[in-house]
Nanobody, 115 residues
Framework: QVQLVESGGGLVQAGGSLRLSCTASGTTASDNVMRWFRQAPGKQRELVASISSSGSIYYAASIKGRFTISRGSARNTMYLQMDSLKPEDTADYYC?????????WGQGTQITISS
């Protein structure tokens, strides 16, 4: 089992920045992918960004150039630096961990961008 704990959500004005963190603990694997998803009210959950244990990175087109995904030195922590935030970035953000043993989700953290 892998446990994921997210932090860093909140309320910020448009144009501002936030940094999300996600820490994985438990039976983690060296070969894994960590991802950020988000779900806005009334919409489907969507992939925002991902980073593999080998360093491969993916960004959704909607956030490319504004968000930066990274891993901490301990490799079990993932960050999402979000700059130039827009009201349409308002959503619940979820950390996701995928490894050969399964897929796990964090509890989610709410982000609200005011215009």
């Amino acid at each position: 089992q892998v446990q994921l704990v997210e932090s860093g959500g909140g309320l910020v004005q448009a144009g501002g920045s936030l940094r999300l963190s996600c820490t994985a603990s438990g039976t983690t694997a060296s070969d894994n992918v960590m991802r950020w998803f988000r779900q806005a009210p009334g919409k489907q959950r969507e992939l925002v960004a991902s980073i593999s244990s080998s360093g491969s990175i993916y960004y959704a087109a909607s956030i490319k150039g504004r968000f930066t995904i990274s891993r901490g030195s301990a490799r079990n922590t993932m960050y999402l630096q979000m700059d130039s935030l827009k009201p349409e970035d308002t959503a619940d953000y979820y950390c996701n961990y995928v490894a050969p043993g399964g897929q796990y989700w964090g509890q989610g953290t709410q982000i609200t961008i005011s215009s």
